[in-house]
């Protein structure tokens, strides 16, 4: 297969390109114009990771019903001291013509403010519609469809809803400045979900430019040192512009199917980025390793025949070394693409995995990560040979960076080079002397990063997530401090039937529940019976958590439902969970299928998912220090919402254990190859390491400087993914990579590669030889 599809290459290496360059234009224009429509970031949706079916979303779909498809827009004004009656007064003849042009609008009865109400500021209800401290108030208009017109199956109503909501949006706007004349200090703040959403869609947007101008130069840095020059360094950047586009078009696709999520965009990114360099920088380290040994083996062999004239011998050695690139990019083929192609079915069981969840949020990423997955693949084994076809032998001339003095020295000892004796062999052979040392070592340095998983505290964040610097942040801040009492409640009760039954469940057993601090109030709405809830906490807490348990505990006289912050975390919790059944034995049994394919060993698979598993935990435990804990928020620059969000940890174990067995392929498989060469364990992993040790540290720090690319932005959930990835990069490919698995492998000896006879017939039979 791999030497087909390298002779395919190797005879239209044009053609490949300008398949990959029509490929990734279309991908983008598609995604960024929307095809005359909607473009990706236009699309994107935000939500708490609801999970269609569950308790938590039933109730919210009967909630939407009884309050119908009306949108509520607020204006928050401030700097006008109300505390003045002559200034009140102004104000308020000031906001009559602003009054009547709404009421106009929308009806009357729907436009709220405390100069609206019978008796103005003395009525009582005004109170909750004025700042405590007297130096503001609220404006809400109501906007509702037209009548008998369903927003949601109706595209013509939805766009003129769309438009007079807009329209109500900047009526609002131009207040503050219209109130200027009465009282200078006036400013406001409009708000409303579609405004919320905005700003988070708009934050995505440019944290993920940011993102990627500070990445693609960094990780070009670091290519350059690694291979010595520009040419090389840009062939495994031509796959991560193509995955940029990639995901990109596959999200902008997938939204037509499902709502997807603003910060899914910047994590299937992330997943592309990281995926499509590694892999062309192992297909590409790997075709200069082949092109220089063919060009040893050339040079050794460049005795003239007899009777050959010198200018014959020329052409013939013109035409030998014009086909090495082509025999370079074959044995390339055959080798490293198929690493590659076993690192990227790891990968793609975790995520497919992720795409078959309940949750939507998850399975947009698992879907989105596998179409980014299988465009990195392809073209690391497409794309990039082409490219290092039109670059030829050049791959081999000395790099400039040698006549620099300082980085000279420093391209000398990171680059890429093929021989058996270095650094990291003399790590290997330091290692086989100490080898309980260093698994003790390892292992418990491992389990003290373990340690902060034990108070793990899983969210589901909404508005929490947005950006401190912005406007509607400020704005949630300014009703919490000014406004209490029009902040939404922390969960909201729906019984079925509007009798003194429900009324007296909910009086007597639900407000009667250890961590419900008081009910709000009780009303009707059709066949239902809704109460407002205050729990103890926060919306998101454990202690919530435990009340929303409770309440659906109780021997309710009908079905009710709860929404809110916590019934959805508790619902997505129990949606995770109860994939794991499937999901482990999958990922686990797939991965030990693909590694006894590869090695023939029986412990190699075991120990490979018992080290990964424990390197992993280890990663997610040094993040949730950092995050849940606290820690670096200076550095960081983070506020802590008591936890980590639940879907950046699930996303962070699938795509970080595909992450782990990445490498663990990279090294297992020149191990092997110098196994089935030598059949000395001990030399093997010396050289292997040697051979591997280099791709690994490099891929390492480019993955690294990927996922770090993206922790400067100011979206919390977006922090939270590349810190994470990050650190399940850094430890995997330090300790574990370099100490702890030639440590194994060093007490297991001749043991790693054993298997009992018939399972070894399976081997012979089956293999996926490296």
């Known amino acids: 297969m791999f030497d087909a599809l390298a002779t395919k290459v190797i005879r239209r290496p044009r053609l490949t390109l300008v398949i990959w360059a029509a490929l990734a234009a279309l991908l983008l224009l598609t995604s960024l114009s929307g095809l005359g ?47 003045d009656s002559a200034t009140a007064t102004k104000v308020d003849n000031a906001l009559a013509p602003v009054h009547k042009e709404l009421i106009a609008r929308v009806g009357d009865g729907a436009v709220v403010d405390p100069f609206v109400l019978p008796g103005k500021l003395a009525n009582p209800a005004a109170t909750k519609l004025m700042a405590r401290n007297k130096q503001g108030f609220l404006l809400s208009v109501t906007i509702s469809p037209e009548p008998g017109k369903d927003i949601t199956k109706n595209a013509d109503a939805k766009a003129s809803f769309d438009t007079s909501r807009k329209d109500v949006e900047r009526r609002l706007a131009r207040v503050p400045q219209e109130l200027r004349a009465v009282s200078p200090n006036a400013a406001g703040t409009v708000s409303d979900q579609a405004i919320i959403n905005q700003e988070l869609v708009d934050q995505v947007s440019r944290d993920m430019r940011a993102g990627e101008l500070l990445v693609l130069p960094l990780t070009l840095l670091i290519m350059v040192l690694v291979f010595g020059g520009f040419m090389l360094a840009g062939m495994p950047l031509a796959g991560a512009l193509v995955s940029i586009c990639a995901a990109l078009g596959s999200l902008w696709g997938l939204s037509y199917l499902v709502d997807i999520e603003s910060s899914v965009l910047n994590i299937v990114t992330v997943i592309g980025l990281g995926l499509s360099i590694d892999y062309g920088l192992l297909f590409t380290s790997r075709y200069r390793e082949e092109l220089g040994r063919l060009a040893e083996k050339l040079a050794n062999d460049e005795t003239p025949a007899a009777g050959v004239s010198i200018q014959a011998a020329f052409q013939q050695r013109r035409a030998r070394n014009a086909s090495l690139p082509a025999q370079a990019v074959r044995l390339t083929m055959v080798s490293a693409g198929r690493t590659i192609l076993f690192s990227a079915v790891t990968v793609a069981i975790g995520l497919l995995g992720l795409a078959l969840m309940p949750p939507t949020l998850l399975s947009s990423i698992g879907v989105g990560g596998l179409f980014v997955t299988l465009i990195a693949v392809a073209a690391a084994l497409t794309l990039v040979p082409a490219l290092l076809l039109y670059l030829g032998t050049r791959a081999l001339l000395p790099s400039w960076l040698q006549r620099v003095p300082v980085l000279g020295k420093l391209q000398a000892r990171i680059a890429d080079v093929s021989s058996t004796e270095g650094i990291f062999s003399r790590l290997a052979r330091w290692v086989h002397r100490y080898p309980w040392y260093v698994l003790v070592a390892c292992v418990a340095a491992l389990g003290a990063m373990c340690v902060p998983l034990g108070n793990l505290h899983l969210l589901n964040s909404g508005t929490e997530l947005l950006p401190r610097n912005g406007s509607q942040y400020a704005y949630l801040q300014t009703l919490k401090q000014q406004y209490p009492d029009s902040l939404s409640n922390d969960a909201t009760l729906i019984m079925y039937g509007n009798s003194a039954k429900q009324a007296n469940f909910i009086k007597s057993e639900v ?89 023939g060993s029986l412990l190699v698979p075991i120990k490979a998912v018992l080290i990964n598993s424990l390197s992993l935990a280890a990663s997610l435990g040094l993040a949730t220090w950092i995050f849940q804990g606290g820690h670096g928020v200076t550095l960081l620059g983070f506020t802590p919402i008591g936890g980590m969000e639940s879907y950046v940890m699930v996303v962070a174990i699938v795509f970080g254990f595909g992450l782990a067995m990445d490498y663990e392929v ?42 770090l690319g993206f922790v400067g932005g100011q979206m919390l959930v977006i922090k939270e993914i590349g810190l994470t990835l990050a650190l399940i990069v850094l430890v995997d490919a330090t300790i574990v990579r370099m100490a702890l698995v030639p440590a194994t492998m060093t007490l297991l000896g001749r043991w790693n590669w054993w298997s009992p006879a018939p399972i070894r017939a399976i081997y012979e039979r089956y293999s996926l030889q490296h």
């Open 37 to 83: 429509g909607q473009s990706i970031f236009d699309r994107l949706k935000t939500s708490q990771g609801s999970i269609p079916g569950s308790s938590s979303d039933e109730g919210q779909q009967v909630l939407n019903t009884l309050t119908g498809q009306s949108v509520e827009i607020t204006l928050l004004v401030t700097g006008v001291n109300l505390a």
């Open 666 to 707: 990279f090294l297992l498989g020149r191990i092997k190859e110098f196994w089935d060469a030598s059949g000395d364990n001990d030399l093997a992993v010396e050289r292997g390491l040697q051979r591997s040790g280099r791709i690994i540290t490099s891929a390492a720090a480019i993955m690294t400087a990927v996922f």
């Open 511 to 599: 407000s009667q529940v250890a961590d419900v601090q008081r009910v709000q109030g009780v009303t009707t709405a059709g066949d239902y019976t809704v109460a407002y809830l205050e729990l103890k906490g926060s919306p998101g807490s454990r202690s919530a958590e435990r009340a929303v348990v409770d309440i659906r505990a109780l021997n309710a006289p009908s079905q009710l439902w709860i929404t809110g912050q916590a019934a959805t975390q508790v619902d997505f919790g129990s949606s995770v969970i109860s994939s794991l059944p499937w999901l482990v034995p999958l990922v686990l049994g797939a991965i030990f299928i693909l590694l006894f394919l590869m090695t």
